[in-house]
């Protein structure tokens, strides 16, 4: 994900962002990039790949940087809109290099602003929507820095974190936000900014944290405070008590946690700018499919691998309740190694967090080859499998780092959701309906909030059953592909032998395995089905496994079924099973946790599987 680290002081200004860029490295990027202000000149260098290529090129390009003190921004840059090139790095500047900006975050309405100011003369250079904001500056500026910055802020429709820096203005720097987090470490005689603390925090733990719609006029010796219409406003400053590795993970102790509790923001972001109250429908301008190519699609077929694997089972689901399309889900590595039957009309969707699994890669390769129409769902902007299909959906989950895949699954789902949105309404789904569905993504966020403050029972569920050496968990219909991931989340990070059945299945073979040291995790939320699983948690009562049930908040029966409880909110069908996961992810992390497993980088697992 995109990092900002920006500096005003006496200091050398290059090694300090140069140190705060590679301390913001385990965001993942792409690109890097900075610029420094003199009086009257304004210095820039971009380089693609990591940090270190940015600094060779400054040794080389200006050897006399170590003396250059002063105001100076910098980036790293994770490809949202545009490839992942030098010219599409941060900073960006207007044509006439007045006013350089870094930005974290989305532009929604850049469009329709680049096309007007191309009308009024201005040259852009980049396929980013970051490049608006320093031409708007400019085109709005009449020799006041703030206000042309408020001015252009004002026209902005989206989320930004930013700092501009201006030869105009050599002693300031205006720093806003919306949406996209930014920090002012408080220094005397200098400041230092960033998106993340933990670029900060080896010079400054005082910090004051921006709200939204905050404006901060940065100089050496002031920060000088005010809101978007331009009224004061007063922030706390705050102390930092983490140390620089715990500032990476944002004082959680793994990343696979701190993901987990990211999911509102990640899921927020996959569903931003994409649905379409109007028309009730999802806009998803990437698929690159008209409305006529959507209602010519005869049958779909997801392939993907794992956690991804699981989400595009779900997407099973949701086409054929949705979009009566007949579909199907593949393991990945299955798809080109059968005769896949591509015939006009089918659509092969390809799920991978990193765009580069190698058993999904050759599925879109095949799937080509055969002439079938190819979207990919994809975190990572500009990976293999995003390029090579040439259309889809990104998540915009930011970067994945702990290799069990958390956050992913549910911006998979809700992109999955969107997609059989878009087609169901194409087809058969009512406004009504298709109303119903955009209310309750929107909700997401909020109600995936609500499970993260269960998290201490969770924890303590997890306690209690961290010694067991084999788990069942079982689902049926919506729920039986979130028992396969529960599972699959429980042995990855805690070694513990877990296998994701289909509740009615249990009772063809492994029921023979169920004895009360095998506890069975049973997905009894209230929604269809929920009476069947109640009699399959009696079978395995029966046979003496303890039962932990995850169940729907208020719903008072399950207590009386099972040995332990947790509940989620109630939501419609569609998605439970992500509520439901989540709970699972926190679970698995705890029992993890309690043995003492390496969480984030488990054995023998990989973030990425590049090979067959
Ligand atoms: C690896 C990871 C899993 C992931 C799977 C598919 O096995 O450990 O967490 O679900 O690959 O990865 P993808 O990047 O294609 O979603």
Redesign the pocket.
């Known amino acids: 994900m995109c990092g900002i680290v920006a500096y005003i002081g006496n200091r050398p200004v290059v090694d300090i962002l140069t140190d705060g860029l590679r301390r913001l490295e385990y965001r993942g990027y792409d690109s890097a990039g900075v610029a420094l202000v003199g009086k009257n000149s304004l210095r820039l260098l971009r380089s693609v790949g990591k940090v270190k290529n940015l600094v060779d090129k400054i040794n080389k390009d200006w050897p006399d940087h170590a003396s250059i003190c002063g105001a100076g921004i910098a980036h790293t840059r994770w490809a949202t809109h545009g490839a992942p090139v030098e010219k599409n790095a941060h900073p960006h500047t207007d044509e006439k290099k007045n006013f350089a900006v870094v930005h974290n975050g989305i532009i929604e309405n850049y469009a329709p602003l680049r096309e007007n100011l191309i009308k009024k003369g201005h040259v852009f250079t980049s396929e980013t929507d970051t490049e608006v904001i320093p031409h708007l500056i400019e085109e709005c500026f009449e020799g006041d820095f703030i206000k042309a910055v408020t001015a252009a802020l004002k026209q902005l429709d989206g989320t930004f974190g930013i700092t501009v820096i201006s030869p105009l203005f050599p002693d300031t720097m205006i720093v806003a936000r919306r949406g996209s987090p930014i920090v002012i470490g408080v220094c005397e005689n200098e400041a230092i900014v960033a998106s993340d603390v933990s670029a900060i925090i080896a010079y400054t733990k005082q910090v004051i944290y921006l709200n939204d719609n905050d404006i901060a006029v940065v100089k050496a010796d002031s920060i000088d405070l005010r809101n978007i219409d331009n009224v004061p406003v007063s922030r706390e400053i705050s102390h930092i008590n983490w140390d620089t590795g715990a500032a990476e993970k944002g004082g959680y102790e793994h990343f696979m946690l701190k993901e987990i509790f990211e999911q509102p923001q990640a899921v927020a972001n996959t569903l931003r700018g994409r649905l379409d109250e109007n028309d009730a429908t999802a806009v998803l301008n990437g698929l690159n499919l008209t409305p006529r190519e959507i209602a010519s699609v005869s049958r779909i077929t997801i392939a ?5 694997l699981n989400a595009g089972m779900l997407g099973d689901y949701l086409f054929e309740d949705l979009a009566d399309l007949p579909t199907e889900y593949e393991q990945a590595a299955e798809f080109r190694y059968r005769n896949p039957i591509i015939q006009p009309g089918s659509l092969i969707i390809a ?7 190698a058993d ?1 890669l050759a599925a879109v390769r095949e799937a080509k080859n055969k002439g079938a129409s190819v979207v990919a769902i994809c975190n990572v902007v500009g990976s293999t499998i995003a390029r090579e299909s040439g259309a889809g959906i990104y998540l915009h989950a930011g970067p994945e780092i702990g ?3 958390t956050k ?1 699954f549910s911006c998979q789902v809700a992109a999955l959701l969107m997609m059989a949105l878009k087609f169901g309404r194409a087809r058969r789904l009512s406004r009504q309906e298709g109303l119903d569905i955009i209310h309750e993504l929107k909700r997401l966020p909020e109600l995936i909030q609500e499970v993260l403050k269960t998290s201490r029972h969770i924890e303590k569920v997890a306690k209690k059953y961290s010694r067991a050496e084999n788990f069942f968990f079982i689902g049926r219909g919506y729920m039986y592909p979130a028992a396969l991931e529960g599972a699959l989340k429980l042995k990855e990070i805690s070694y513990v032998h877990a296998e994701g059945y289909h509740a009615a299945e249990l009772k063809h073979g492994p029921i023979a395995l169920l004895e009360e040291k095998v506890p069975v995790l049973a997905l009894a939320n209230d929604i269809p089905g929920k009476d069947k699983i109640i009699g399959n948690i009696q079978e395995c009562r029966a046979r003496k496994s303890p039962v932990i049930a995850i169940s729907t908040t208020g719903d008072g029966e399950i207590k009386n079924h099972a040995n332990d409880v947790i509940e989620v909110p109630r939501a419609s069908i569609f998605l439970t099973p992500v509520l439901s996961v989540i709970a699972m992810q926190l679970l698995s992390y705890y029992v993890a946790k309690e043995r003492g497993c390496s969480i984030d980088q488990p054995r023998n ?5 590049t090979v067959e």
């Open positions: 993907a691998c794992g956690t991804s799920i991978s967090q990193s765009g580069e699994t999904t290799v069990a895949s992913a697992l990989a973030k990425s599987v």
